[in-house]
């Protein structure tokens, strides 16, 4: 499985984002998606998750309610909508793929090449 994400870009704090996440084969029975960040200077921390249905999601704190994460099985693309957008949440946006369910990025063996985030205040 290829994944490659797009869709990053420069915002104004409480703007919003759409970004994609295309992947290469079939992923819709197999694969649980996650969207990671990782900021200058820190380690790459959990965003969202959402089951191999789509029925399931799970947020980190501090996006819960701004964020929303969504697939498309059908097309074998993921989305994260990012609403009310904040300084801290300028990063480098990763899509991966895992077949299980965690917050950990070292269990997710598929990623995407990133794509950045930057919010300006």
């Known amino acids: 499985v290829q994944l490659q994400a797009s869709g990053g870009g420069l915002v104004q704090a409480g703007g919003s984002l759409r970004l994609s996440c295309a992947a290469s084969g079939r992923i819709a029975s197999v694969y649980y998606i996650g969207w990671f960040r990782q900021a200058p200077g820190k380690e790459r921390e959990f965003v969202a998750a959402?089951?191999?249905?789509?029925?399931?999601?799970y947020y980190a704190d501090s996006v819960k309610g701004r964020f929303t994460i969504s697939r498309d099985n059908a097309n074998n693309t993921m989305y994260l909508q990012m609403n009310s957008l904040k300084p801290g949440d300028t990063a480098v946006y990763y899509c991966a793929a895992s077949t299980g369910l965690d917050y950990r990025p070292s269990v997710y063996n598929h990623w995407g090449q990133g794509t950045l985030v930057t919010v300006s205040s």
């Open positions: 959402i089951s191999r249905s789509g029925v399931s999601t």
